[in-house]
């Protein structure tokens, strides 16, 4: 992975995100009518979608493997989710969830329960899924990496949203947002945070074992914004070092955080503490929906009920 402006590791050496296929086979033919008794899904196409983008027209070499533009880098899809018994008002909270390497937004719903786990929460926000790189082992995020990117993202969501015919009212504006990531998604998310346009709309951001790096964008604008860090990690995920060192570093700073197994907290404690560590002894595919730890951090996050 070639450095990029603002990624970098505090006080280690940048780590690749550990390569897992996905185990979701994207076997079902209509994802909206399987998730119809949950709510509305929505799959479309967003012309400020990560891909395509000109660092990716050339395609993507890593280490022997090579994932050309046309296969990986030009699918614009976007998964968009309104629970049922949405509540509306004028501000619509959103979660944007980034997948890691090797996956799709088919994948990454089948695969991670994120429909099932937002709509058992009873929180009041509608669930972003954007097209990374497709199948690749790339953490790249494409357009969402550009300047003003994530602004010009949200608001095509927006648009979306009123032209979908699914809300009955269309005078709305963005609300929080969390924004999520497992395993390579860490690297937009950081970019994000440091350029994206919309930090001090973003309250909260999750990595579901996916500090490999952009540390110091992640530190920044939880001390800016006073956001609502959670990080889980594994011992073989390759998140464990980076981890331990960012404790470390708030350990000698005098700055608090709760640390715990991810098996001994509570809600209480994830709702109280703004900088969370917990360590899980899951396999870093199971970090999301094994013990429901999407749900958990959503019950326990700054959203409305519905």
């Known amino acids: 992975m070639s450095a990029r402006k603002g990624l970098f590791c ?3 050496a940048v780590l690749l995100p550990v390569t897992f296929i996905a185990r979701a086979t ?8 399987n998730f119809a008794p949950l709510g509305r899904l929505i799959i479309t196409q967003f012309v400020t979608a990560p891909f395509p983008h000109p660092a990716r027209a050339q395609g993507h070499r890593y280490h022997d493997l090579f994932f050309s ?9 976007v998964a968009l989710f309104i629970p049922r018994g949405f509540r509306e008002t004028g501000r619509i909270d959103f979660i944007v969830h980034f997948h890691g390497w090797s996956n799709t937004v088919a994948g990454t719903l089948e695969q991670f329960k994120l429909v099932e786990q937002l709509a058992a929460s009873g929180k009041n926000a509608v669930l972003l899924v954007p097209q990374g790189p497709r199948n690749a082992l790339d953490s790249f995020g ?11 993202f949200m608001n095509e969501a927006v648009e979306k949203l009123r032209a979908s015919g ?6 709305f504006e963005i609300g929080r947002i969390i924004l999520s990531g497992h395993s390579g998604g860490y690297h937009v998310m950081a970019a994000i945070l440091d350029h994206g346009g ?14 490999y790096g952009g540390t110091e964008n992640f530190v920044a604008w939880q001390k800016a914004e ?3 860090l959670l990080d889980i990690y594994t011992d073989h995920g390759g998140t464990k070092e980076e981890s331990q060192n960012l404790m470390a570093s708030f350990k000698t700073n005098g700055v608090g955080f709760f640390a715990a197994e991810d098996t001994g907290t509570s809600l209480e404690n994830l709702r109280t503490n703004r900088l969370i560590f917990l360590h899980s002894d899951m396999a870093h595919n199971d970090v999301v929906a094994k013990r429901k730890t999407f749900e958990q951090f959503l019950q326990s996050s700054c959203l409305q009920n519905r």
Not at 26 to 33: C, D, G, L, M, R
């Open 10 to 12: 505090l006080g280690a």
């Open 26 to 33: 994207e076997n079902f033919a209509s994802p909206e009518t």
């Open 69 to 77: 533009a046309a296969e990986h880098y030009s699918d614009r899809t």
């Open 142 to 152: 494409g357009k969402l990496e550009d300047t003003n990117g994530f602004r010009a």
């Open 166 to 171: 699914a809300l009955a009212r269309t005078n």
């Open 198 to 211: 919309l930090s001090e709309k973003i309250r909260e951001a999750w990595l579901f074992d996916a500090l």
């Open 226 to 228: 006073n956001g609502r």
